[in-house]
């Protein structure tokens, strides 16, 4: 059907086609990060198949994101005209959004080459038959997916652990676990990342928040475990012996956070530096942010679905992943499987049509070109200091204006004075999906909406997302069963219309 090689060879060849040289990195300077969504649809002419006959498939990248960080929370604005978290994987799933929001609109539209076909109940869609989302990253994910054992055989996916960085607290390391010892020169010590990559006691060489070859915000590192929401067995695995029976020595690390009410690190040297399966934020320069890590808002999505609270009130089911697929970087199938699926294993009593889902999680061995460690392998010996881009990418598969570059939160180049202009605004900003959103309603006939936006007057962002009762519910239930302590902006903050 497809394999993770495909997978990745097709998003590469995407971002070096169809995606600008604004927002990229600056070559021999700079890295960047990239996800991905990728529809996967049976191939028109499979009806004439024979049984035994392997699944053709069409393959095409729908929304892309490239980005490595997020702003503080003294920068969150209530107008929601900024994007918080510019990670890439959330890039990409704001830019999924808008590509839905144009696939209902064709199917109100009667449009025969949309996604969605008619549900069953009033004014809901459901995805077409046979169609699947598959998510790729170039990276693991920041948070606990990126907590990942390192092991004492040649073949461990980390480096070994370095004396050097034991005797050597706070030092600044690199995200590649294969970087040379002179690494810290290539660091932007005035860069917002930066911090993010302070490390503790005892951390190896190249090990950083932004792991090795793509990693944003963490990376792996050996962990204690502690957690309720992770089997006993899996915590085994962590924190002594590998399946493999090879000893684990350290753990990768992760710079995100654990949030306020989490159990929290111990800080020990070696393998009990991290707790495992604890939600965690990712960190800032000084300033704290309010952004939940990218393993911890995947493991959401893996439960309430990509669409978000809006959509839900047009679809009959969530839009959910069937794959995820990394890149080449650190890597732990054990972690990702425990940081996106494992936490919410046990959650139950879910309205109808969500579900905890068993996504497959792959690894391609395919490197991403502008991933740190990729430049890093390039550059050599080139004088200045290797840094993270500061623009973001975001690319959707609509007809209009598709690109969307930013930086900060806001459009490449808007200046202060701008900032309230209608310029000023990402597509994928809150205000601007809501815009998109009472677009489409207007778009379909009152007597055909679905009963949740006929049953009361609503005007605010706010208003909107918690009319969606099934979601609201979903999610209820989700904080209160795995995520209680999940970081949730005040609603002044989604009060615009």
């Not at 995606?19 to 969504?37: D, F, I, S």
């Not at 978290?85 to 199917?107: C, G, P, T």
């Not at 461990?156 to 010892?181: G, H, V």
């Not at 697929?325 to 972690?335: D, L, T």
Request: charged letters at 25%; one cysteine or more.
């Amino acid at each position: 059907m497809w394999t993770a090689d495909e997978i990745a060879q097709l998003c590469y060849e995407h971002y070096q086609t169809r995606l600008p040289k604004q927002g990229k990195p600056e070559p021999n300077r700079e890295w960047t990060l990239l996800a991905a969504m990728v529809k996967i649809q049976p191939a028109i002419d499979q009806a004439c198949g024979g049984a035994n006959k392997p699944v053709q498939v069409t393959k095409e990248v729908v929304s892309m994101g490239t980005g490595t960080k997020c702003i503080g929370q003294s920068k969150m604005r209530k107008s929601g005209d900024i994007l918080n978290d510019s990670h890439a994987e959330v890039i990409a799933r704001r830019s999924f959004q808008r590509y839905l929001l144009h696939q209902l609109h064709l199917a109100a539209a009667l449009k025969e080459n949309s996604i969605f076909v008619p549900g069953t109940q009033r004014g809901l869609w459901k995805l077409r038959q046979g169609i699947l989302f598959v998510f790729f990253s170039s990276h693991t994910p920041c948070g606990d997916a990126s907590i990942i054992p390192m092991l004492e055989f040649e073949d461990q996916p980390c480096c070994p652990i370095s004396r050097r960085w034991a005797n050597k607290p706070s030092e600044e390391a690199s995200d590649n676990p294969e970087t040379p010892e002179d690494e810290k020169k290539y660091e932007d010590l005035g860069s917002p990342v930066t911090k993010k990559m302070r490390l503790e006691p005892g951390i190896p060489d190249g090990v950083a928040h932004c792991q090795s070859l793509d990693n944003q915000e963490s990376g792996p590192v050996p962990p204690t475990v502690s957690s309720s929401n992770v089997p006993t067995q899996e915590l085994a695995t962590v924190a002594g012996r590998a399946p493999s029976g090879a000893k684990v020595v350290d753990v990768y690390r992760t710079g995100a956070k654990c949030v306020p009410g989490e159990a929290g690190d111990s800080g020990k040297p070696g393998a009990a530096y991290h707790q495992v399966g604890l939600l965690r934020v990712k960190p800032g320069r000084g300033d704290r942010t309010c952004s939940m890590s990218c393993s911890d808002k995947l493991a959401r999505w893996n439960v309430l679905g990509c669409q978000g609270a809006l959509l839900m009130h047009l679809l009959e089911e969530p839009v959910y992943l069937s794959a995820v697929v990394i890149g080449k970087c650190p890597y732990s199938q054990e972690a990702m499987r425990r940081a996106l699926t494992g936490r919410c294993q046990n959650v139950s009593a879910l309205p109808k049509g969500f579900g905890v889902q068993e996504v497959t999680i792959q690894q391609s061995g395919l490197l991403f070109e502008q991933s740190r460690g990729a430049v890093q392998a390039k550059r050599a010996d080139s004088p200045g200091r290797l840094v993270p881009c500061g623009a973001a990418i975001s690319w959707s598969a609509v007809p209009e204006q598709p690109l969307d570059v930013t930086a900060n939160g806001f459009p490449q180049g808007t200046t202060r004075k701008a900032i309230r202009c209608l310029q000023a605004r990402s597509q994928i900003s809150k205000v601007e999906l809501f815009r998109s959103f009472q677009k489409l309603l207007s778009s379909i006939s009152e007597d055909k909406w679905p009963d949740s936006l006929r049953a009361q007057e609503l005007e605010t962002y706010h208003e909107y997302k918690e009319a969606a009762s099934t979601y609201q519910e979903a999610w209820s239930a989700l904080r209160k069963q795995a995520f209680g302590s999940w970081i949730r902006n005040p609603p002044d903050y989604h009060q615009f219309k």
